[in-house]
């Protein structure tokens, strides 16, 4: 029988973003998160959603760039970060335009796929590119 010790539970992602609050307020406006957290400091934010914690942490932290290296920033936009943020919803196109409403940058509208999944994709306020799709059928 195997042991629990190594069946970790996935815990965070974690977005590093300019400005935590706005951030926070944004992907609940635009995604329809429930905010869990945004501590005093605003160097910390936790949206509810579902089991895996969506959490956002400025770009630049004295505690952690001298530790485990600096955040990089795409400079472009044909570039993009090297994290991609997903959301299923049953009713993809209501949340691509709610979302857009809030200040999403359209990407791609909806489209079906041919592994059976609607997506569409926005940027974020960061610049963070979201996939907006349903569960694949």
Known sequence: MASNIMRPAFAYTVVYVKDVAKSVEFYS???GHNV????ESHRWGELESGQ???????????????????VQATHSDP??????VCFCYPDVDAAFKRAVEHGAV???EPEDKE????VGYVRDID???VRIGS???
Do not use: M, N, Y
Not at 36 to 39: A, F, M, Q, S, Y
Not at 52 to 70: M, N, S, V, Y
Not at 79 to 84: F, G, H, K, L, Y
């Open 115 to 118: 592994w059976g999944q609607k």
């Open 106 to 108: 359209a990407v791609s």
């Open 127 to 129: 610049g963070i590119v």
């Open 29 to 31: 406006r635009a995604f």
């Open 36 to 39: 869990r957290r945004l501590d």
């Open 135 to 137: 569960h694949v059928k």
């Open 79 to 84: 570039e993009r970060a090297p994290i991609e």
């Open 52 to 70: 895996t914690t969506i959490a956002f942490t400025p770009r630049h932290q004295h505690e952690t760039d001298d530790l485990t290296g600096k």
